[in-house]
C-alpha cells in the first residue's frame, strides 16, 4: 500500500508571493507574510535563478514554475502567484 496518496498535507512553513511586475527587468518581485527571513531568503534566491530573464509567456517560464512549485511542495512553502491576468481562462 502506497502511503503518499493517503499523506496528510503538511503545515506550511513559510508564504511567497510571486508578482511579475511586466516586461521591464526586474520581471518579478517577491513578498513574504510569514517564515524565517533566511528560509524564504534562501528559497527566494532559487526562485530568481530560475525565474530572473523569464516573463510569463516564455515557454521556459512553464517548465521552470512547475520547477519552483515541486521545489516548494517538497520544502513545504506555500506559493502564490500573481501574474497580472486570470489563469483560469477569462481575463
Known sequence: MTVSS??????????????????VSPHWELSSSM???NVIDE???KIM????????HD????????R????AEREQILLEWDL???ESGGQ
Open 6 to 23: 493517503q499523506e496528510e498535507p503538511r503545515t506550511p512553513i513559510g508564504h511567497l508571493k510571486i508578482t511579475y511586475l511586466g516586461p
Open 35 to 37: 517564515g524565517s527571513k
Open 43 to 45: 528559497f527566494s534566491l
Open 49 to 56: 535563478a530560475r525565474l530572473n530573464f523569464l516573463p510569463p
Open 59 to 66: 515557454p521556459q517560464f512553464r517548465r521552470n514554475r512547475e
Open 68 to 71: 519552483i512549485m515541486r521545489d
Open 84 to 86: 497580472g491576468y486570470d
